[in-house]
């Protein structure tokens, strides 16, 4: 398999902390310019250790649940790096709380951010993929979608 990403744009949903920190640091080791997308600001720390060892990586401030920051985060990716070659959908919760303990309010933010997130920034990426030739999504999922705990 080729590993080598260089002149690729790679957009990071969730990648400050945890999963999508590691996916970050892999695709810039590999050349990748970088999008971390993600509604924790220390994201803006991890892009500036990279941006001054050469790399080219931008850190957003984004709630994939909103229509409009799924699509400034896209658009911001192609103004300054030309394109979206790979969206990586990894923002995510898992609150912990029980039946009882789950409100609609609480409910409707787990679905927003897990499964609303992916969907807008897919749907907003789509379009420059297609006009591009091509592209790929990954999404990411947890063991939780198949067992509960």
């Given amino acids: 398999m080729d590993w080598n990403f260089e002149g690729k744009t790679v957009v990071v949903t969730g990648g400050s902390k945890g999963i999508g920190r590691a996916i970050v640091k892999q695709f810039v080791r590999y050349g990748a310019r970088i999008v971390i997308a993600d509604v924790a600001e220390n994201g803006e720390e991890d892009a500036a250790q990279w941006v001054q060892a050469g790399r080219a990586v931008r850190f957003i401030q984004c709630d994939v649940s909103v229509p409009e920051e799924a699509e400034s985060v896209i658009r911001k990716a192609e103004l300054e790096f030309g394109g979206v070659d790979v969206l990586v959908n990894n923002a995510g919760i898992f609150p912990r709380a029980d039946l009882l303990g789950t409100d609609e309010a609480f409910w409707d933010k787990v ?28 999404n990411i999922g947890s063991l939780h979608a198949r067992m509960g705990e």
């Fill in 111 to 138: 679905l927003g951010i897990n499964l609303k997130g992916a969907y807008l920034m897919s749907q907003a990426a789509v379009p420059g993929m297609i006009q591009r030739g091509g592209g790929c999504m990954v």
